[in-house]
């Protein structure tokens, strides 16, 4: 069954494309028709490619690695920040950093001065500075947070992008494809889909219709989630089971060894 319906996706809005003097010739398969010289999305092909995309998602989550989400436009940066909280993802919603993956150990290194200044304020050392070297401290914070806050925990590259609008994201297009990361998109009719690993044609601009993919592609993150998370429980488990086992056959032996050397005194007399 597909993870979303026509009526959702219909209500949501996704159908609606660009206007037809827009539209990038790498989108055709994707379009039904053109009505009002606007070109109208094939939902049906949404619904196949969001399947496609959510059970790839599914797959990288369930094997422990993060997918970095990319929206900075203002449709998408409060559902994408709220969603993907939820499941633990890293996000950038305000300014894409350059080089963020091609030069990944420079932000590492923002990241840390980061870290160094929340170790800072919560030293007494942090008490003993000048009110105006302690404003300006703070205010360096609050910018590293903003730009870098959803990454922190980020310590290695990721292991793929999604990203809400290729158009206005191709600097993170660019260097995920640069370094071959796998790339996860919602495309419009005035995007190239070939730029894209696992494209999802929709409207990209209203707020409703990125929402409705978002919630079917982070519904797919969990349950890869959940599931790692059981897999652990069931290994652990085994492997406490083994441990019991082995504990127990020792302890056996160890009893036979007794039985004997407490015969053969007896037997000797």
């Known amino acids: ?14 159908h609606f494309g660009h206007l037809k003097r827009k539209w990038n010739p790498a989108m ?79 932000i590492r290194k923002a990241v840390k001065k980061m870290s160094d200044i929340d ?29 870098l806050g959803s990454i922190s925990d980020l310590s290695r590259l990721p292991a793929a992008v999604f990203i809400v609008d290729v158009m206005k994201e191709h600097i993170a297009l660019a260097e995920a494809r640069k370094l071959a990361i796998p790339t996860f998109a919602i ?10 690993d696992y494209p999802i044609p929709a409207n990209d601009d209203a707020s409703k219709s990125i929402a409705v993919i978002l919630k079917a592609i982070c519904e797919a993150i969990k349950e890869g989630l959940d599931e790692r998370a059981m897999n652990k429980e069931a290994q652990a488990e085994e492997e406490a089971e083994v441990m019991n086992e082995a504990a127990a056959e020792e302890n056996a032996e160890n009893g036979e060894g007794r039985r004997r050397r407490t015969r053969r005194p007896a037997e000797n007399n």
């Open 119 to 147: 170790r800072l304020i919560e030293s007494d050392q942090f008490n003993n500075i000048s009110k105006r070297e302690r404003l300006q401290i703070q205010r360096e914070r609050a910018k590293l947070e903003k730009n």
């Open 187 to 196: 495309v419009d009719t005035n995007s190239n889909p070939n730029d894209v």
């Open 28 to 106: 055709a398969p994707y379009i039904f028709m053109e009505k009002n010289g606007i070109h109208i999305i094939d939902l049906y092909k949404t619904m196949d490619k969001v399947d496609e995309a959510a059970n790839a998602a599914k797959q990288i989550a369930k094997s422990g690695r993060k997918i970095l989400f990319v929206a900075t436009k203002k449709q998408a940066k409060e559902t994408v920040s709220a969603m993907v909280k939820e499941i633990g993802m890293p996000y950038v919603t305000e300014r894409w950093p350059g080089g963020m993956l091609t030069n990944f150990f420079t």
């Open 1 to 14: 069954m597909s993870r979303l319906q026509f009526e959702e996706l219909l209500d949501a809005g996704c």
